[in-house]
């Protein structure tokens, strides 16, 4: 009845408002700590303080060691209240305070108290409390009472010093090591949660010892009772096989597939998905794993069937052939209600069906595209780019889907992968080459990320040229000359430039757009422009072929070094004009000028 009053008191304090502060002012809240010495104590108003103290910290604002000191030692006069909502919001502050104020340890005799108290639920919080503030010096004499709680009856009590006693083991080790008949009598326990502690902090003790962990799971394989515990057993025998490279004949392994036949649904998929994980695992020794997920599929459990397609996705990746039993499972995914679980079961098919599916497989998907997020709409993306490499003669249904795709609302990730995957079917199949660069030409007219955009002009400038009739292309790129801003505007005259370097037919009307740009509002664009317009006068292939079709053929880096280099030197030169003779700056500048032009040729060249 006592703990259903709070939960009341609880419950109004939220509908009054009061839980969490809009606005934290720290001199405010440090100024009503001081209500923490006021007689008597007012556990509702203190519990508000207190609150607001535990916001403050967590929103990362910074308290100095002593403005956290007084408050700590004001705070420490509300043990005198039995209210157990107020109990535990001393525990938490003790915790969170315990690193920034000073002489914390002054609380550890009323913790201890608490601790070893005939009141059970301020035994659990006063453990944790109490471990925080211990340092190793003091562990000893707290070290009965810790190996009191861990065998407590009262399991919550018991979890708090199991877990306790894991965070003490990171600098105390030798002593928490001590403690280990306790932890062992913790873990033969009935209660699954006390038992699935005490497993972490026994494995914690015998880690760095293989032959110790390998006694611990083959003790404790058969005797556990809990499902998390049990779980996290098979993530140590999946950790002691990976350590030993042992196979199927590993004893480890067998746990592991006996698992498999495990009455907990948690442990049943664990042990499945530890499985289709392990490195070098052969078609063989995936089949339990793949036979236990198709069940999965089929529960009406939409959490056990998201698990399992999505791990069958997984596995079909390195897997295909191994997944394709489970096909006639996943075609009745398709219609799931859940969006995910359909979106996950259309793209497994995709990677282990063959290709009569595959134009019923993407109107099925169409239908319900908006309907889900752009994570799983990559994950499709993904499946369609696998299928451009396993059957090239679908890339028209391929690319009509993506570009579909392209025309609706999603984020720059989404349209990236799409985009990618479009250049992926150009630069892998000549026949898709026109399709391609259509869909994307009509992708730019309507493109808001920029860095998609120049992709795409980059990549038009390079394939444009090699398609039938190039000419349907200028337009495109012409628009985005005179509709775009200065970074796509420079990509675009870049890529008209290589249609006049390769088409005789189309460069003289590709000679007058250059003129147009050349008086762009933008450095970049005319430069560009005025070198392509004059270097495209010329009508010689070579001169083409070496400017603009290829670019530069130079080290990057190098060219970048030598630039560096260069500028020291002007740097210098500039110190010499302001104090030395003009004549022999003359004389400095041309010898410098013409050995670093040299230097920056032979170093971009090498």
Not at 366 to 392: Q, R, W, Y
């Amino acid at each position: 009845m006592k703990m259903l009053g709070s939960f009341r008191k609880d419950k109004k304090d939220e509908e009054s408002g009061s839980g969490i502060p809009s606005v934290v002012e720290k001199a405010q809240i440090l100024q009503e700590a001081r209500t923490f010495n006021e007689t008597p104590i007012n556990p509702r108003k203190c519990v508000q303080i207190l609150t607001k103290i535990l916001y403050m910290i967590n929103q990362g604002e910074t308290l100095s060691a002593r403005e956290a000191t007084e408050a700590f030692f004001a705070m420490t006069k509300l043990f005198q209240s039995k209210d157990n909502n107020l109990r535990r919001m001393v525990y938490l502050c003790i915790k969170e305070m315990a690193s920034i104020a000073e002489d914390v340890i002054i609380v550890t005799s009323s913790l201890t108290k608490d601790m070893t108290g005939k009141e059970d639920s301020y035994r659990g919080p006063a453990i944790r409390a109490l471990c925080k503030i211990t340092d190793h010096s003091m562990l000893q004499s707290i070290e009965r009472y810790m190996k009191q709680a861990i065998v407590d009856k009262l399991p919550s009590v018991a979890s708090a010093a199991l877990l306790s006693s894991l965070h003490l083991s990171k600098h105390s080790p030798e002593v928490v090591k001590r403690w280990v008949n306790e932890v062992q009598e913790a873990a033969n326990t009935d209660n699954i949660m006390v038992q699935y502690h005490a497993l972490g902090v026994l494995y914690y003790i015998k880690k760095n010892d293989v032959l110790a962990v390998n006694k611990l799971v083959s003790k404790l394989k058969s005797n556990l009772k809990s499902p998390y515990a049990h779980c996290f057993l098979i993530r140590v025998a999946c950790k002691v096989l990976e350590e030993e490279g042992g196979g199927r004949e590993s004893p480890m392994f067998a746990f592991v597939e006996q698992s498999l036949r495990h009455k907990s649904e948690m442990v049943i998929y664990e042990a499945a998905h530890a499985i289709v994980n392990m490195k070098f695992i052969t078609a063989a020794e995936l089949a339990p794993a793949v036979s236990v997920l198709q069940l999965f599929c089929s529960s009406p459990k939409p959490v056990l069937r998201f698990a399992a397609v999505k791990t069958l996705n997984r596995v079909a990746i390195s897997h295909p052939a191994a997944v394709t039993a489970c096909n006639l499972d996943l075609e009745n995914l398709i219609t799931d209600s859940n969006r995910s679980i359909a979106t996950l079961a259309i793209t497994t098919l995709l990677k282990t069906g063959n290709e009569g599916s595959v134009d019923r497989l993407m109107k099925q998907i169409t239908g319900f595209m908006n309907e889900i997020s752009d994570e799983f709409k990559i994950v499709v993306v993904s499946a369609v780019n696998s299928l451009c490499h396993k059957f090239p003669r679908k890339h028209a249904a391929l690319l009509s889907f993506l570009s579909n795709m392209l025309r609706e609302e999603g984020g720059f990730e989404y349209k990236r992968a799409i985009v990618e995957t479009v250049i992926t079917i150009i630069e892998e199949n000549v026949e898709a080459r026109d399709t391609g660069l259509s869909h994307l030409c009509e992708f730019i007219e309507d493109c808001e990320h920029t860095s998609l955009a120049t992709r795409i002009l980059h990549l038009l400038g390079r394939e444009g040229p090699k398609t039938a009739t190039p000419a349907k292309f200028i337009r495109f790129i012409y628009n985005r000359i005179i509709l775009e801003h200065p970074a796509v505007r420079s990509a675009a005259v870049t890529s008209l430039a290589k249609f006049g370097g390769t088409s005789d037919e189309l460069l003289p009307n590709i000679l007058i757009i250059l003129q147009r740009a050349m008086l762009d509002a933008d450095d970049e664009v005319r430069d560009r422009a005025t070198f392509y317009y004059h270097v495209l006068c010329q009508r010689q292939k070579a001169l083409n072929s070496a400017y603009i079709l290829n670019g530069l053929n130079v080290s990057i880096i190098g060219l970048e070094k030598a630039l560096h280099q260069y500028t020291l030197v002007r740097a210098k030169l500039a110190l010499v004009t302001a104090d030395g003779d003009p004549s022999v700056t003359m004389q400095l500048t041309v010898r410098s000028t013409d050995q670093i032009v040299s230097e920056i040729i032979a170093t971009a060249a090498g």
